[in-house]
C-alpha cells in the first residue's frame, strides 16, 4: 500500500491531508512507524520503500511479480466520501518500476477514491 506515510517519505508526496475518522494528515502514519522503528528519511529512493523484499524478491526469482496496488495515483483533492481514501503522487510511482512489478492490478475499492477522469 504505497498511500498515506509511504508516499509521504518519497520524493514528490502528493499533500498530506487526508480524511479518516481519527487521523487528519498522512504525517501522523510516518510519525507512528518512527515511534516504534526511529527516524525514517525523507525524499527517499524510489527503491527504498521496498527495504529488504528487494533482496528476498531477488533470491526467491519469482515468476511473476504481481500487486494490487490499492491506492489511487493521483494529486487531485476531490475525494469520494467514504470515510477512508487513499491516493499516491503518481511521480512516486517509479517506486513500483524499482521493484519490477510485472502486474498491478486496480480492480480495488480505492482506485476510484479522488474520482476518474472523464
Keep these: 500500500m504505497c498511500g498515506r506515510g509511504i508516499d509521504q517519505v518519497l520524493a514528490h508526496p502528493c499533500s498530506p491531508e487526508i480524511h479518516e475518522q ?5 504525517e501522523r502514519y510516518v510519525a507512528l ?3 516504534e522503528n526511529g527516524p525514517i528519511p525523507r525524499r527517499n529512493e524510489p527503491s527504498d520503500v521496498w527495504d529488504a523484499a528487494l533482496d528476498q524478491l531477488a533470491r526467491m526469482r519469482p515468476d511473476a511479480r504481481i500487486i494490487n496496488l490499492e491506492t489511487a495515483l493521483t ?11 487513499y491516493r499516491m503522487s503518481p511521480e512516486n510511482a517509479d517506486c513500483l518500476a524499482a521493484a519490477k512489478i510485472g502486474c ?6 480505492h482506485v476510484l477514491d479522488y474520482g476518474h477522469l472523464a
Design 22 to 26: 481519527s487521523v487528519r494528515s498522512a
Design 33 to 35: 512507524a518512527e515511534q
Design 75 to 85: 494529486r487531485c483533492r476531490g475525494r469520494a466520501c467514504k470515510g477512508v481514501n
Design 104 to 109: 498491478c492490478v486496480l480492480a480495488n475499492n
